[in-house]
């Protein structure tokens, strides 16, 4: 069981790592509270914190778009003024001057993404010619050339795993 | 599914995971409303279960989120769209 205890923690953590990076989480305290509640309990089932609002595999690599942050939060940030799920928003729909509008999942759909991972792997990597790979982080889209993606995505802290190589 | 007793004009079916805050709004409007509906926390299914009732929801929407509601085995609302909600049901 998640315990107030362990979302006052999270909400803390993640509070402040997201103004660090120029986030915003949900000023409804009780809303985010809730959210938070969810990644916690995702935790506990799944063993990562896969987005409240949408239904995990429970296998981490057909889940790592929707690990939060998902790959998915900047565009709805910069449509809608909100994630998904509405965890995190923007600055002036936190400051109170906008009001954030329903977002549609854009996700792909369960055969879609059967699709494109069937694609993904029959798809070879064009050879650059530059001296190292440059590797691109999935949620933030930060670039950085050198032979091994970051462990920790500078930015917005996401894992390696959710770097793709780009160039 | 659980069901929440209501009014029962209509058949409301909600689709809803139990971490979900958009629908935990969902099932509150409904309850508020005095709608009598049934739920389901796709998340909570295990195997099988959760198999059938996933398909179940993408015949609807086969983007497969939520909240996921049919009225009358005939409409489906996809997300907390407020209005579209209290004009389906009636209220
Ligand atoms: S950032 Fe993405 S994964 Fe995280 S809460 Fe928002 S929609 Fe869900």
Redesign the pocket.
């Known amino acids: 069981m998640v315990s107030d205890k362990d979302v006052d923690r999270l909400v803390q953590d993640l509070a402040r790592e997201a103004e660090a990076g120029g986030y915003h989480l949900n000023p409804d305290r009780e809303f985010t509270r809730g959210?938070v509640r969810?990644?916690l309990a995702n935790r506990e089932r799944y063993g990562y914190?896969?987005?409240?609002?949408?239904l995990a595999s429970g296998n981490r690599e057909d889940d790592l778009d929707?690990?939060?942050?998902?790959?998915?939060?900047d565009l709805?940030l910069a449509d809608y003024g909100?994630?998904?799920?509405?965890?995190?928003v923007t600055a002036d729909v936190e400051a109170g001057v906008r009001t954030p509008e329903p977002?549609p999942d854009r996700r792909p759909s369960p055969v879609e993404r059967r699709k494109k991972k069937e694609e993904n792997v029959t798809v070879a990597r064009a050879p650059g010619d530059l001296k190292y790979p440059v590797w691109r982080c999935r949620v933030c889209g930060y670039l950085c050339a050198r032979n091994e993606p970051p462990e920790t995505c500078p930015i917005c802290r996401v894992s390696r795993d959710r770097f793709e190589r780009f160039v | 599914m659980q069901y929440v007793p209501g009014d029962d004009n209509h058949k409301v079916v909600l689709y809803a995971l139990s971490t979900c805050g958009w629908c935990a709004r969902t099932k509150q409007l409904l309850t508020d409303l005095g709608v009598g509906f049934s739920y389901v926390y796709v998340d909570l299914l295990r195997g099988d279960d959760q198999g059938i009732v996933v398909r179940e929801v993408e015949r609807w929407n086969p983007r497969l989120s939520f909240p996921t509601i049919v009225i009358d085995d005939s409409k489906a609302i996809v997300g907390f769209r407020e209005e579209e909600i209290r004009k389906a049901v009636g209220a």
Not at chain 1, 49 to 54: K, L, N, T
Not at chain 1, 66 to 73: G, K, M, N, S, T
Not at chain 1, 82 to 88: H, M, N, T, V
């Open positions: 959210l969810g990644l914190i896969s987005c409240p609002c949408r929707i690990i939060c942050p998902c790959d998915y939060r709805d909100a994630c998904y799920c509405g965890l995190y977002v």
